[in-house]
């Protein structure tokens, strides 16, 4: 089946500084990778919908200035936290979806802002 | 607004018991619908979804879910529960499938528990 990979799995960074998480699909191309964040004992709320070689868009709420989404290739998109703060702090997750539709989802980055 | 409603925040059952996890979703026409699992600390798994076709739809694991339309629901069941099966369960409707945008709601998840 398709694999979704995303690196790192978890990062503790300090107040101020940027993180970057990736998202690769591995066996497959995925034009569409989507970004989704979950709060403690919360459902996954999208945050963006990444589009290879396009300007991702972003859900209404989410700062496209702090959330920077970049989609270089049809198998990676990458989420960079600027100047992250502690309220930053979830469990990220990217899924990619195939050329059939179906979105398969990465295994999460726990980020931590102290 | 589309949403996707889990009454059960958490439940329990024996091991070998059956298990059934209700969904129910708001959307005028009839959506796309998946269930999704979840280990702890770890991303989704899909268990099965519903295009068209037979409402009956079998996934992995043993799992199957029945589609509604009268009800608007999509539950999932199981008939022997086992302990590996602990884990979080997402239900998730998709209103543009194959669209230029993420569509996918999800549920708020129930919490299944698996007693020895």
């Known amino acids: 089946g398709a694999v979704v990979s995303q690196h790192p799995s978890r990062v503790i960074c300090k107040s101020g500084t940027s993180v970057k998480i990736e998202c690769r699909s591995l066996d497959f191309q995925a034009t569409t990778m989507f970004w989704y964040r979950q709060f403690p004992k919360k459902s996954l709320m999208l945050m963006a919908t990444?589009?290879?070689?396009?300007?991702?868009?972003?859900e209404q709420g989410v700062e496209k200035d702090k959330f920077l989404i970049n989609h270089a290739s049809l198998t990676l998109s990458t989420l960079t936290v600027t100047s992250a703060h502690p309220e930053d702090s979830s469990f990220y997750i990217c899924s990619a979806r195939d050329l059939g539709g179906l979105q398969y989802f990465g295994p999460g980055t726990r980020l931590t802002v102290t | 607004a589309q949403s996707v409603t889990q009454p059960d925040i958490h439940i329990t059952v024996s091991e070998g018991a059956s298990l059934e996890l209700r969904c129910n979703y708001s959307y005028g026409a009839t959506p796309y619908l998946f269930w999704y699992v979840q280990s702890p600390g770890q991303g989704l798994q899909l268990l099965l979804k519903y295009f068209s076709g037979d409402t009956l739809v079998q996934g992995i694991k043993g799992f199957e879910a029945e589609f509604k339309r009268s009800q608007s629901s999509f539950n999932l069941r199981k008939p022997s529960v086992h302990w590996s099966d602990a884990a979080e369960y997402f239900c998730a409707v998709d209103l543009d499938y194959g669209g230029s945008q993420g569509n996918l709601i999800f549920g708020k998840g129930t919490k299944l528990s698996v007693k020895p």
């Open positions: 990444s589009n290879e070689g396009s300007k991702a868009t972003y």
